[in-house]
């Protein structure tokens, strides 16, 4: 889970991943991506920054807006043969930007001029995905398909994450939304877990990731 400084905090027996920006007492941190064996992604920072994690090489993003914290939201796609890595960065609008490797693709979800745009997810082979709007609302695009959501806020801008988890059927999809005081909501079948770092009443919790260690005795880690 990402928190609004920068800091990267493993939920359940996720390892904890060095982090290459941490911005202390600023509240810039807005998304975070991570391969699929959990070895290194990047963080997002509000301009549209993009700051690797763990093993991630540097990537350019594909929009940055200098000065303006409107940036909300990275996901990874899985990157063509012989291809680096890609994904698409979310703006508070609802707009998808992509960078490295990855294709243009449109959101069924925008609101143009209303920041209330949170989380951005993609599906495992990367035919669809969700944007999260700030009161929980999954808007699914490509060929993902409807998704009905534990966590719902009406009229209350809390919802800050969305994660799939990976290696699920991509004609059912299931994961978790994050509340922006780290509370883990889930969807479509995905078991319930703990978070192991919870900030009650503070609107603080800006991402989460799900991601699959091919070892491990349990397929999914969140």
């Keep these: 889970m990402l928190d609004g400084w920068g800091g990267v905090n493993p939920v359940g027996s996720s ?28 963080v997002l920072d509000g301009f549209g920054g993009l700051h690797p994690v763990g093993s991630a ?56 001029h209303w920041d209330i745009a949170r989380g951005l997810a993609l599906l495992a082979d990367g035919s669809g995905g969700y944007v999260l709007d700030g009161w929980g609302g999954l808007h699914q695009f490509g060929g993902a398909p409807t998704v009905a959501v534990s966590g719902y806020w009406p009229g209350w801008d809390i919802a800050r994450g969305v994660a799939l988890l990976p290696g699920a059927d991509p004609k059912s999809p299931s994961g978790y939304v994050v509340d922006g005081w780290g509370g883990l909501h889930p969807f479509g079948g995905a078991p319930t877990v703990a978070a192991s770092a919870y900030w009650a009443g503070w609107d603080i919790a800006r991402a989460a990731v799900s991601w699959t260690a091919a070892s491990a005795a349990s397929p999914h880690r969140c």
């Design 15 to 42: 390892p904890r991943l060095a982090a290459s920006a941490y911005w202390s007492g600023w509240d810039i941190a807005r998304g975070l991506a991570l391969s699929d064996d959990g070895s290194g992604g990047y």
């Design 57 to 112: 090489p540097g990537v350019n993003p594909g929009a940055y807006w200098s000065g303006w914290d409107i940036a909300r939201g990275v996901a990874l796609a899985p990157p063509p043969p012989g291809k680096g890595p890609g994904g698409y960065v979310l703006d508070g609008w609802g707009g998808l930007h992509n960078f490295g490797s990855a294709p243009a693709v449109q959101s069924s979800g925008y609101w143009p």
